[in-house]
């Protein structure tokens, strides 16, 4: 094992308290069908496969941590390594069924990780470790230093909670700044409506596209007409100097529907 290059940044968790954590909030959380992501040396694998876990997918990009992960991991636990970038995973690659979501996520590809899982029709829940800063966008809310459209669209797909916070120390080699590992259920009824999803994410991110712009200016800017902006925003009672910062989700839902 020291001889494993360390390859795509990985930082592998060490910390057995941190890992019991993640195990026992994947038990109380799992669906039908149970998917690791980035697994690397198995650290949380062999943990969820003594916990109980069997016939579980693992997705793992990099081909050395797949051929160890072929070589030790207990045949009868039956985990299907899944080859290749979770992000672009075919549709046909998971199966039709409620599926909760694990892992120590990679930083940089963090972001598009969460969405690929948030956005799988029968997305159940989901426990992921993020870099610190990046669990407090996911985390917060209208008016604070963090929040934009990572919040946004997180917070409208699943109810969110912090599980733990994580030392540098948990990892090797350790990394430079702290992590956090949140916890991810499935809404009990969609904020927004599936139909209405493609506009609202879009106007989303268009609101936040030049930060230091009022709303107005910002959505005028990305060619929504200034005419349907100014109605939209009286409607909601929002000033044409209100910021995307302070508007909140269920403003953002509406938003969408005006424009």
């Known amino acids: 094992m020291r001889n494993m290059r360390q390859r795509y940044g990985q930082h592998f968790l060490v910390n057995q308290r941190v890992i019991e954590e993640i195990t026992q909030a994947a038990l109380r959380l799992k669906g039908a069908q149970m998917v690791e992501i980035g697994p690397g040396k ?15 997918s693992a997705a793992e990009i990099d081909p050395e941590m797949i051929e160890f992960l072929n070589k030790n991991l207990p045949p009868q636990a039956g985990v299907k390594i899944l080859e290749g970038d979770f992000t672009r995973l075919p549709p046909g690659a998971l199966k039709n069924e409620p599926t909760g979501f694990v ?33 407090n966008r996911v985390q917060a809310a209208p008016g604070t230093e963090f929040y934009g459209p990572l919040s946004i669209l997180s917070q409208a797909r699943a109810q969110i909670k912090l599980l733990c916070n994580v030392g540098k ?4 080699p350790p990394p430079k700044v702290e992590s956090a590992v949140l916890t991810f259920e499935k809404l009990p009824a969609p904020i927004v409506p599936p139909a209405l999803w493609g506009r609202f994410a879009k106007v989303v991110r268009a609101a936040f596209l030049h930060r230091r712009k009022t709303l107005f200016n910002s959505l005028a800017l990305c060619g929504y007409p200034k005419e349907k902006i100014t109605a939209a925003l009286a409607a909601l009672s929002l000033p044409l100097t209100v910021r995307a910062e302070q508007v909140g989700l ?3 839902v509406q938003l969408a529907n005006a424009l």
Request: no cysteine; aromatic share 20%; hydrophobic share 55%.
């Open 42 to 56: 198995g650290a949380l694998t062999f943990a969820l496969i003594a916990a109980g876990f069997t016939g579980f």
């Open 103 to 135: 892992g120590n996520l990679p930083y940089v590809d963090a972001a598009a990780i969460l969405d690929k899982a948030l956005a799988f029709p029968q997305f159940y829940s989901a426990v992921f470790m993020f870099q610190k800063e990046q669990a």
């Open 169 to 172: 120390g948990s990892f090797n």
């Open 250 to 252: 269920t403003q953002f």
